[in-house]
């Protein structure tokens, strides 16, 4: 099929999807496309199967059903190696060894572009130097990163991701266990990445307004199921917000970027099913 | 995609480079003191007073004796003592680095007690004899340590994914029932065999040169495996998902790690029985001067382990049991016995173990 085309796609596109843990089934049928040079937020409410949608993107996971093509290529025919140099995943929570710096995490990241005894060609260095000067840790290269503050630490594992240089960036809850602060310098990393280098990202995000801040396209995960899946003007509705969500909210413009805003104001009467 | 080298500033040099080179000289510098010191000093069991040496010197028949007995005896031993501390430290820097734990160790793949059951079964119950080739033993400890080894991983991988906490578990499961086989081995065997007790603590006292020739063939072979597993075990150590993501096959990653330390493991306990500790404490003294990475941390820790076994064994020569109840005047009721390396080695690892876990979060 991509013998054809002249120019591959940097997209990420999952099909018919279905998924889960030996017996417990996750994913049901899930269509989810990250869009080239978009920003795709992966929203829904706890143990709705964001993360676990995106550890089949990832190749983390296989789907018992469905296909996931990354750059036109179906996934599951790929080398592990050949889909880490199309899509890079920064998944949550990762710990790092301790005594491990900045520079040595992020070197990690050329794996599937170094030779087999893992020596650094001049290509890696410089993506590893570029890498870490875009999330702006040149000065910290030498710290151990277990020493880091949370905002610098979640810095550092998106160096390693970026330091694949892959078109497609896969990230689960970039915002986790940081304060306002840090979560916005992350997402504001993240699109000043999508903006400058024409990344197409897909993230799992837990806060509503952040999806609608930064994000082009959302898609709406409820206990397995696409509920709701466009820009964020169109998916983020009243009725959505009390249904899946079980908030009882406005949506209002935001007065600075025109993007929806959700205002809060009471926990919805809960269904028996959730 | 790539913006360019021209826009990133350069990187600050790494301190931890120059750190592991210092370190990696000290280190090489007091392996070759230890060396010098055991062959030239001490009395241990030959019962060469350092004015016994001098002496013995002086006198030109006996200078050929003494150059004999030391060199002979005491540089197999050093020898031995540097090939097994290597091997092991190495495997313990790529297992603690493999199973994302510090307290992991050469023992947890069921290498090491393999290893020493299947010889103390030989011993006691198999057809050994005094003709025995000299590397019959090896064989038999190396096949048994690399069985409990394939064992621990077959185990784990037929309940699913070898994931480390499967394999650590498993691992100490299995050295469990090993290590009750070897008590039973020794307590049907006829008369207690100071031989078989030396085995599961380790010793590098029964060193010779056709030994060491052979320990050395074994270093040989685990080299290049794990010098090719390092790149993989620093990668694993970022835990799974961070490992696939980046490209490794993680299952074939994690195996080919597992075989590199069980080689180096079985190449030296097959040689000189369970000595332990070193394999946990070598990378330990040295990470925090050369970082996490591998690529400096394994050849620092290996000099380490060398330094370490051979002071253990420089030690059992030279602190028995015998000589301080001597010092106390106390001789008389004190078997003159020099005790295995591995006693010396788990006085100074035991300590080490509660600090660490005192460390621990």
């Known amino acids: 099929m991509n013998a054809l085309t002249e120019t591959v796609v940097s997209d990420l596109r999952a099909a018919a999807i279905d998924a889960g843990y030996d017996k417990r089934k996750v994913l049901h049928g899930v269509d989810c496309t990250a869009f080239e040079g978009k920003v795709t937020a992966l929203v829904g409410p706890n143990g709705s199967g964001k993360s676990t949608l995106l550890k089949v993107c990832a190749g983390l996971l296989a789907g018992d059903a469905g296909t996931v093509t990354v750059c036109g290529n179906d996934i599951t025919t790929m080398k592990t190696r050949e889909v880490a140099t199309r899509l890079a995943l920064l998944p949550q929570g990762p710990a790092t060894p301790p005594f491990m710096t900045v520079r040595d995490l992020v070197e990690q990241g050329r794996f599937a572009r170094v030779g087999p005894m893992g020596m650094l060609k001049r290509q890696d260095h410089d993506a590893v130097r570029d890498a870490i000067h875009l999330v702006n840790l040149t000065e910290f290269v030498n710290r151990d990163v277990d020493a880091l503050s949370g905002g610098e630490r979640q810095r550092a594992w998106l160096a390693l991701a970026l330091a694949q240089e892959t078109p497609v960036l896969a990230l689960d809850e970039p915002t986790t266990f940081l304060d306002i602060g840090h979560q916005w310098e992350v997402l504001e990393l993240v699109r000043r990445l999508n903006d400058q280098r024409g990344l197409t990202v897909l993230m799992v995000l837990h806060d509503l307004n952040h999806a609608a801040s930064f994000s082009d396209h959302m898609v709406v995960l409820q206990q397995g199921r696409v509920v709701a899946d466009g820009d964020p003007w169109s998916v983020l509705t009243v009725d959505l917000l009390r249904d899946v969500f079980g908030v009882e909210a406005s949506i209002v413009p935001d007065p600075r970027t025109e993007r929806p805003l959700i205002v809060p104001h009471a926990a919805a009467q809960r269904q028996v099913a959730d | ?361």
């Open chain 2, 1 to 361: 995609m790539s913006t360019g080298g021209e826009s990133s500033p350069p990187l600050p040099a790494d301190p931890r480079v120059r750190q592991t080179r210092l370190l990696v000289v000290v280190l090489a510098v007091s392996c070759v003191v230890m060396a010098l010191v055991s062959v030239w000093w001490g009395t241990g069991q030959l019962k060469i007073s350092p004015i016994k040496a001098i002496d013995t010197l002086l006198d030109p028949e006996g200078a050929s004796r003494l150059a004999e007995v030391s060199v002979d005896n005491r540089l197999s031993r050093v020898t031995m003592a540097f090939g097994v501390g290597i091997a092991l430290a190495v495997a313990g820097a790529l297992l603690q680095t493999l199973y994302r734990n510090p307290l992991a160790s050469p023992e947890i793949t069921g290498v090491t007690q393999g290893s020493v059951v299947a010889v103390v079964c030989y011993l006691v119950w198999g057809p050994a004899g005094a003709g025995d080739a000299v590397w019959v033993l090896p064989v038999v400890g190396s096949v048994g340590g690399l069985a409990a080894g394939l064992l621990t991983w077959a185990v784990t991988r037929l309940g699913g994914k070898l994931d480390p906490l499967r394999l650590i578990l498993t691992g100490v499961l299995l050295a469990g029932v090993l290590g009750s086989i070897v008590a039973l081995a020794i307590i049907s065997a006829e008369a207690l065999d100071q031989d078989i007790v030396q085995w599961t603590v380790g010793s590098v006292g029964t060193a010779t040169w056709e030994r060491v020739g052979i320990l050395f063939v074994g270093v040989a072979i685990a080299t290049p495996i794990g010098v090719a597993a390092i790149p993989y075990a620093n990668s694993l150590g970022l835990g799974d998902d961070i490992s696939q993501g980046v490209g490794l096959n993680v299952n074939a990653a994690r195996s080919l790690v597992l075989v590199a330390a069980a080689v180096l493991t079985a190449s030296a306990v097959s040689l000189v029985g369970g000595i332990g500790f070193v394999g946990l404490i070598a990378p330990h003294l040295v990470r925090r001067y050369t970082g996490a990475d591998l690529r400096r941390l394994v050849p620092a820790a290996a000099l380490a382990g060398a330094f370490l076994v051979s002071a253990a064994d420089f030690a059992s020569r030279n602190l028995r049991p015998n000589d301080i109840a001597t010092h106390f005047g106390v001789s008389e009721e004190v078997n003159p016995i020099t005790l295995p390396t591995g006693v010396y080695m788990a006085v100074v690892g035991a300590p080490f173990f509660i600090h660490l876990l005192r460390r621990l979060p």
